[in-house]
T-cell receptor, first 112, second 113 residues
Framework: QQQVKQSPQSLIVQKGGISIINCAYENTAFDYFPWYQQFPGKGPALLIAIRPDVSEKKEGRFTISFNKSAKQFSLHIMDSQPGDSATYFCAASINTGNQFYFGTGTSLTVIP | ETGVTQSPTHLIKTRGQQVTLRCSSQSGHNTVSWYQQALGQGPQFIFQYYREEENGRGNFPPRFSGLQFPNYSSELNVNALELDDSALYLC????????????FGQGTRLTVV
């Protein structure tokens, strides 16, 4: 059973556009929701994370929107750049315990 | 670089063999988690070690086992390898405290033939 569902599977965006990736979860005990970025041949790297006590968190061009009642959260990448081309994973855990449930990933391609 | 190093980077094993993967955690981190990432999928939690004790396990059979050493480095052992064990194995270290980030290594690519 997939605890965290992610969509879309792949995304193509023009340079300067907005990339949006969505995730949904079922377990209401989750209280930490990170987004990871992974380049080929590398391990995932933390991009941005949010806790359910806030509805939005912004760091530079990256924003997480969180809807606790709908059990959904999304990543918005503003002014997308070719260097953002990577696979993005949403995840969820309890108490940031490094026991993450990951989504299935979104392959983002930003075309110049 | 995250300071988490894994070895080896690539490995080819035959079905039925045993394999040991190693992870050196970031300085100051006492918690290591292992994940299996099949091609095109998200990482799946295998188990976690905190101060040398297993501290949680995902839905993996007992032939997946681990160790954590006093310096908090860790090993993942897989016995009786199956073709479906072919994957990228990731370790992630953290300090074990709430509100702290987990740092991933670059992974070990295991191919079972």
């Amino acid at each position: 059973q997939q605890q965290v569902k992610q969509s879309p599977q792949s995304l193509i965006v023009q340079k300067g556009g907005i990339s949006i990736i969505n995730c949904a979860y079922e377990n209401t005990a989750f209280d930490y929701f990170p987004w990871y970025q992974q380049f080929p041949g590398k391990g995932p790297a933390l991009l941005i994370a949010i806790r359910p006590d806030v509805s939005e968190k912004k760091e530079g061009r990256f924003t997480i929107s969180f809807n606790k009642s709908a059990k959904q959260f999304s990543l918005h990448i503003m002014d997308s750049q070719p260097g953002d081309s990577a696979t993005y994973f949403c995840a969820a855990s309890i108490n940031t315990g490094n026991q993450f449930y990951f989504g299935t990933g979104t392959s983002l391609t930003v075309i110049p | 670089e995250t300071g988490v190093t894994q070895s080896p980077t690539h490995l080819i094993k035959t079905r039925g063999q045993q394999v040991t993967l190693r992870c050196s955690s970031q300085s100051g981190h006492n918690t290591v988690s292992w994940y299996q990432q099949a091609l095109g999928q998200g990482p799946q939690f295998i188990f976690q070690y905190y101060r040398e004790e297993e501290n949680g396990r995902g839905n993996f059979p007992p032939r997946f086992s681990g160790l954590q050493f006093p310096n908090y480095s860790s090993e993942l052992n897989v016995n009786a390898l199956e073709l479906d064990d072919s994957a990228l194995y990731l370790c992630a270290s953290s300090s074990g405290s709430v509100n702290t980030e987990a740092f991933f290594g670059q992974g070990t690519r295991l191919t079972v033939v």
